[in-house]
C-alpha cells in the first residue's frame, strides 16, 4: 500500500516524483490507483468514484457548465529509471528525471493537486485518473468508461494531461496497425532449397518501408506530420526449419484529415502485392481551435504560459472525445519528444506553470508563478 | 512401462511400427529408453549399459574390430501423427505413416532386430540407441557418452542409421547459426522522425539473403549442395515504438571440405557491414569413403541394395564420430526429405532391406530378400 503526500500542500513538482515513484506499467497500475482513490476520498468536496483500475473523483456544485480533465496513471515498462532522480543542467534548469515523468505523471499531479485544491472552481469539474492507456485500445480505460459509466465522462470541455510541454496541442494525428504477411513452405534448413523462406520475402516489405517518405498535411491551420513505420517483424518457426510465415507489423499516422477508410487505402497501395490485415485503426481528431469554449481555455493558458497552439502528433484519447461530440485539448507539462524514452525528463519549473495556469482557468483567479 | 515384442521373431517393419507407437519427443524417451533396455537385458550375448535415457548393447566375443551402430531414439514433437497406421500407394507400395517413422525409429529397428538377432556377428558390435537429438547440440546423448563414457562408443567403424532411404550417404555438411543484427533509436512511434528504426535497416540483410546463390562443392567424389537462409527473425519492443533493435538469425549449411574458421569467414564476409554474432558452429565430416573399413561395408551393403553412396545434407551425428576419428556413414530407411515432416511415412520392404544388408555386412552370410 503506498500513501501519496498531501495534495494540497506539497509541491507539485514534488508531488509529480512521488507519483512517478509508485510504479504503474499498464496492468499493474492498482497500487497507484488505490493510493489515488484514498488521497482524493480524504478531500469532502469530492465524490470519489471507482472502475477498475480507474479513479473519478468530481464536484457536484451545480454549475451549468462542466470540465473534464483526464490523464492516464500508465507507463510504459520501466527501464531501470525508478526510483526519479532530479539533475540541474548546466543552464541551471533542475529537471526530474525517471519513468512517467513525461508520460504523463506531471499532468497526473497537476491534476491530483488541483481537484484537491480547488474547493470552488469556476465550472464543475470532473477528473479522471484512468488505466491503460499504452497499451491495446481495447483495454483504455477511459474507452471503458465511455462505455460502462458515460456519465462519469460527459462534459463541455476536455482538457487531457499529456505531455506538450506547458503548451497547447489542438487535435491528433490518428493511428492505423497492419500486419503485413509474407508466406512460403517449410522444410528442413539443412535441405533449404526444397522450401521457400517467407522471410526472404519480407525483404521487399521492409525496402518499401525503407524507402517510404511521409507527407505533412495543413489541418485547421496547424501543420500535421505523418509516418509510417515497422514496430515489429517476427518469423521462424525452429532454428533447422524453412519459416514459413514472416510477419511484419507497421504503424501508420496520419494527419485527422483523413479519413479511416483513406488511411487504410493508403496503407494497402503502400504495400500492394502483399497481404495486408489492419489490427488496429482510429481516427484522429481535427483541432477545435475555432469552439469558443477552447479559445477561453486557451485565452487563459496562454496568459501564464507565453505559448500558442501547436498540433498534437500523437494519437491520444482527445479523438475518444471528439467521437462523443466534446471538444478537447491536449496540455500538459513534459516535451512530448521524450514520452518513452528511457531517459524522460521534466523541467520541474514546468509543472508548477502548468498547475498555475490550469488553476488560473479553472478558478478563474490571478495565478502566481510557481503555484 | 510399454513392451516391444519379440526383437528377433517380430518383422522389423512391423517393430518400427512397435517403436513408432511409444512417442518419444526429445526429452521423454524414458519410456522408450525402459522397453529398449528391458527387450536387449533379455539377450544374454549382450552387455547392456544405461546412462540417461541412453542405451548400448555390446557383444565382447573378443573379435579384432568393433563397429558402433548408433541410432537416437527421440523424434520431433508429435502432430496428430501418432499411433502410426499402414497406406498401399496406387502403384502397390506399402508404407507405414506416424512420427518418427523416417526419423528415424526405422534405423532404431533395423538396430534392435540385430542386435538380438545376431549372437555371433563377424566383428564385435557395439548397439547404440541415444536420447536428445532433435535439439540444443549440448544436450545430444551421444555427445555426453563421448564425454563420459568414451570406452562405449569407441569402435574402427560407426554406422548411424539416420534416413538414407536405404542408400549409404558419407559425411555430412557442417552447420552455422549466426545472429545478424540492426541497432537504432527507438522514439514513439507517434514521431517516429525522432528515431532510427532497427527493422528497415534489417531490409538489406533480407535482400542480401534473398539474392545469395548457395554452391555446390565436391568432396571425395560426392557433391554437396550448401545454403544460407534465415531460419528466425525478431524484431520489435511495443505497438507504439520505434524498434531499435532487429535480430536476423540464418543458419549456413557448409560443404565438409570448408573449415569451421572459413564457414565463419564467408558469412561475415556476406554480411559485411552488420553487427555478426556466431551462436552455433559445427563442421561437417568427409564422405571417408577411401578407407578401407568403409570400403567393405559399401561392397556389402549396395550388394543387397543395388544403390551407390551419395552425399548427406543435414548434420548429423557422423561428424562427432569423425572428431574421434572414427569414420563413420549414415545408413537407414526413410527419405531424408520428408524427416520432420508431419506427413513422414517410409515403405516398409525399405525397412526390411536395409535390415537384410546389415546383416549381410555383420553376420558375413548370403542374406534374403525380406530378412
Same mark, same amino acid.
Given at each position: 500500500?503506498?500513501?501519496?503526500p498531501d495534495l494540497v500542500s506539497t509541491d507539485v513538482a514534488e508531488l509529480t516524483a512521488a507519483?512517478?515513484?509508485?510504479?504503474?506499467?499498464?496492468?499493474?497500475?492498482?497500487?497507484?490507483?488505490?493510493?489515488?482513490?484514498?488521497?482524493?476520498?480524504?478531500?469532502?468536496?469530492?465524490?470519489?468514484?471507482?472502475?477498475?483500475?480507474?479513479?473519478?473523483?468530481?464536484?457536484?456544485?451545480?454549475?451549468?457548465?462542466?470540465? +473534464?480533465?483526464?490523464?492516464?496513471?500508465?507507463?510504459?515498462?520501466?527501464?531501470?529509471?525508478?526510483?526519479?532522480?532530479r539533475?540541474?543542467?548546466?543552464?541551471?534548469?533542475e529537471?526530474l528525471?525517471?519513468?512517467?515523468?513525461?508520460?504523463?505523471?506531471?499532468?497526473?499531479a497537476v491534476?491530483?493537486h488541483?481537484?484537491?485544491a480547488?474547493?470552488?472552481?469556476?465550472?464543475?469539474?470532473?477528473? +479522471?485518473?484512468?488505466?491503460?492507456?499504452?497499451?491495446?485500445?481495447?483495454?483504455?480505460?477511459?474507452?471503458?468508461?465511455?462505455?460502462?459509466?458515460? $456519465?462519469?465522462?460527459?462534459?463541455?470541455?476536455?482538457?487531457?494531461?499529456?505531455?506538450?510541454?506547458?503548451?497547447?496541442?489542438?487535435?491528433?494525428?490518428?493511428?492505423?496497425?497492419?500486419?503485413?504477411?509474407?508466406?512460403?513452405?517449410?522444410?528442413?534448413?539443412?535441405?533449404?532449397?526444397?522450401?521457400?523462406?517467407?522471410?526472404?520475402?519480407?525483404?521487399?516489405?521492409?525496402?518499401?518501408?525503407?524507402?517510404?517518405?511521409?507527407?505533412?498535411?495543413?489541418?485547421?491551420?496547424?501543420?500535421?506530420?505523418?509516418?509510417?513505420?515497422?514496430?515489429?517483424?517476427?518469423?521462424?518457426?525452429?532454428?533447422?526449419?524453412?519459416?514459413?510465415?514472416?510477419?511484419?507489423?507497421?504503424?501508420?499516422?496520419?494527419?485527422?484529415?483523413?479519413?479511416?477508410?483513406?488511411?487504410?487505402?493508403?496503407?494497402?497501395?503502400?504495400?500492394?502485392?502483399?497481404? +495486408?490485415?489492419?489490427? $488496429?485503426?482510429?481516427?484522429?481528431?481535427?483541432?477545435?481551435? $475555432?469552439?469558443?469554449?477552447?479559445?477561453?481555455?486557451?485565452?487563459?493558458?496562454?496568459?501564464?504560459?507565453?505559448?500558442?497552439?501547436?498540433?498534437?502528433?500523437?494519437?491520444?484519447?482527445?479523438?475518444?472525445?471528439?467521437?462523443?461530440?466534446?471538444?478537447?485539448?491536449?496540455?500538459?507539462?513534459?516535451?512530448?519528444?521524450?514520452?518513452?524514452?528511457? $531517459?524522460?525528463?521534466?523541467?520541474v519549473d514546468?509543472v508548477r506553470?502548468?498547475a498555475a495556469?490550469?488553476?488560473?482557468?479553472?478558478?478563474?483567479?490571478?495565478?502566481?508563478?510557481g503555484d
Open positions: 500500500m503506498a500513501t501519496l507519483v512517478c515513484d509508485v510504479a504503474s506499467v499498464s496492468g499493474e497500475e492498482g497500487t497507484l490507483a488505490d493510493a489515488i482513490e484514498a488521497a482524493l476520498a480524504a478531500h469532502g468536496h469530492l465524490e470519489v468514484l471507482r472502475d477498475g483500475d480507474t479513479v473519478v473523483a468530481r464536484t457536484r456544485l451545480g454549475r451549468d457548465r462542466r470540465v +473534464v480533465v483526464a490523464g492516464h496513471i500508465d507507463t510504459v515498462p520501466v527501464k531501470d529509471n525508478l526510483p526519479t532522480w539533475r540541474t543542467t548546466a543552464d541551471g534548469t529537471e528525471w525517471g519513468r512517467g515523468a513525461v508520460d504523463m505523471k506531471g499532468g497526473v491534476a491530483l488541483l481537484a484537491a480547488l474547493t470552488a472552481p469556476r465550472w464543475d469539474v470532473t477528473w +479522471v485518473f484512468y488505466d491503460h492507456e499504452e497499451v491495446e485500445a481495447d483495454l483504455n480505460g477511459l474507452g471503458r468508461l465511455v462505455r460502462v459509466h458515460p $456519465d462519469w465522462v460527459r462534459g463541455d470541455l476536455a482538457v487531457l494531461g499529456e505531455p506538450t510541454a506547458g503548451g497547447i496541442e489542438g487535435g491528433c494525428n490518428g493511428t492505423l496497425r497492419a500486419e503485413v504477411r509474407t508466406t512460403g513452405r517449410t522444410a528442413h534448413s539443412a535441405r533449404a532449397w526444397r522450401g521457400e523462406n517467407a522471410i526472404h520475402k519480407a525483404a521487399e516489405v521492409l525496402a518499401r518501408l525503407s524507402a517510404y517518405e511521409a507527407g505533412e498535411v495543413e489541418v485547421d491551420g496547424l501543420v500535421y506530420r505523418e509516418s509510417l513505420g515497422a514496430v515489429a517483424v517476427r518469423g521462424g518457426i525452429a532454428m533447422n526449419m524453412v519459416p514459413d510465415e514472416c510477419v511484419v507489423t507497421v504503424n501508420y499516422r496520419f494527419a485527422p484529415s483523413r479519413s479511416t477508410a483513406g488511411a487504410e487505402a493508403h496503407v494497402r497501395e503502400v504495400f500492394d502485392g502483399f497481404d +495486408v490485415t489492419v489490427t $488496429d485503426l482510429a481516427g484522429g481528431a481535427r483541432p477545435g481551435l $475555432d469552439d469558443p469554449l477552447v479559445t477561453g481555455f486557451v485565452a487563459a493558458v496562454t496568459a501564464v504560459t507565453g505559448g500558442v497552439p501547436g498540433p498534437k502528433y500523437g494519437w491520444t484519447d482527445v479523438a475518444r472525445f471528439a467521437e462523443l461530440g466534446v471538444p478537447a485539448v491536449n496540455f500538459g507539462p513534459g516535451d512530448p519528444m521524450l514520452a518513452h524514452a528511457d $531517459d524522460e525528463r521534466v523541467p514546468q506553470t502548468c495556469a490550469l488553476r488560473a482557468w479553472l478558478a478563474g483567479e490571478a495565478p502566481e508563478r
